[in-house]
């Protein structure tokens, strides 16, 4: 009798657990099927956005910088040091490929692409762009500049060993603008023409980088900033031409919450401009200002 009841109690348990285990599966599989769901949405959504993005920001450049100043290609070098915009320019060739590259990166790999996939597109997109916008200008009121080529690829680069090498995470350049004045904000407004509202910053996570615990003094949400720009580059500018130099705080969006895959997306992206706080910007020739929101 102890043993028919204990092969029967085995017997329920063997049943029951098969259909727990058959359950648990089912529910995996389902699990699986809505993260492959999950997926296959975020692969959609970002290749739409990056070739939304592509061919948005060409049609923009065609429309300030080409149209209607077609004319035999040429070509023509500036340098750093004695070009009209004090090198700015260059700055901000560097800091474009630098963000293109990051985002898309990140777009990627939110999406779940594999490595191989990451590293080809997220070089291939922002150096095509480089690619077209400088044989654009080529044909147009400007001119093909090996240099502003150069400056692209170079923050291409950088932007590859940053996401190599999650030490130069702590160093992130940064882009601020606030309109100098020079042009009016209107249908005729150029980004590009009111270089005088540029400043590009190297952001230093300090809370990071200070050795032990010498960085529980320093909030993990404050950075370091300092900016390049200069003064009377605007094309419709005049004036004395002057450099600028500027340090102040900055935000690392980063150590902000909410935190997820989405949120951590959103700030990484957004963490490239910089955001307004103190500091201190000394142009070239001794005149300093301090202001709690750093413009022209």
């Known amino acids: 009798m102890v043993y028919r009841a204990l092969s029967k109690r085995i017997f329920i348990l063997t049943i029951v657990s098969v259909l727990v285990a058959q359950s648990s599966g089912?529910?995996?599989?389902?699990?699986?099927d809505t993260?492959?769901?999950?997926?296959?949405?975020?692969?959609?959504?970002?290749?739409?956005?990056?070739t939304g993005f592509s061919a948005f920001t060409v049609f923009v450049e065609y429309q300030w910088w080409w149209k209607g100043q077609g004319h035999k290609f040429s070509v023509r070098?500036?340098?750093?040091?004695?070009?009209?915009?004090?090198?700015?320019?260059?700055?901000?060739?560097?800091?474009?490929?630098?963000?293109?590259?990051?985002?898309?990166?990140?777009?990627?790999?939110?999406?779940?692409?594999?490595?191989?996939?990451?590293f080809w597109l997220s070089i291939g997109v922002p150096s095509l762009h480089a690619v077209i916008v400088e044989l654009?200008?080529?044909?147009?009121?400007?001119?093909?500049?090996?240099n502003d080529l150069a400056a692209n690829f170079l923050?291409?680069?950088?932007?590859?060993?940053?996401?190599?090498y999650s030490f130069l995470e702590n160093f992130v350049f940064k882009f601020s603008y606030y309109p100098s004045g020079w042009t009016h904000l209107d249908s005729q407004w150029e980004l590009g023409a009111d270089y005088d509202g540029h400043i590009y910053w190297l952001s230093v996570n300090v809370h990071n980088l200070l050795p032990g615990t010498m960085s529980d003094y320093w909030p993990k949400y404050l950075n370091l900033a300092v900016g390049y720009g200069a003064k009377n580059i605007s094309r419709l500018a005049t004036g004395e031409i002057r450099r600028s130099l500027s340090i102040g705080l900055d935000y690392n969006l980063n150590a902000f919450p909410p935190f997820g895959e989405t949120w951590n997306l959103m700030k990484h992206i957004l963490d490239k401009f910089k955001l307004p706080a103190p500091g201190l910007r000394v142009y070239e020739g001794g005149e300093t200002e301090a202001k709690v929101v750093i413009v022209n």
């Open 35 to 50: 993260v492959s769901s999950a997926l296959s949405l975020r692969k959609n959504i970002v290749a739409y956005t990056i």
């Open 155 to 164: 923050g291409i680069g950088y932007g590859f060993l940053q996401s190599k």
């Open 136 to 146: 654009g200008d080529g044909f147009s009121r400007y001119y093909f500049d090996p």
């Open 77 to 118: 070098s500036t340098n750093l040091v004695d070009s009209h915009s004090r090198g700015v320019d260059k700055a901000g060739h560097f800091y474009t490929a630098y963000f293109i590259y990051s985002t898309v990166n990140d777009l990627l790999r939110w999406s779940g692409a594999d490595e191989n996939k990451r």
């Open 26 to 32: 089912y529910s995996q599989q389902a699990n699986l």
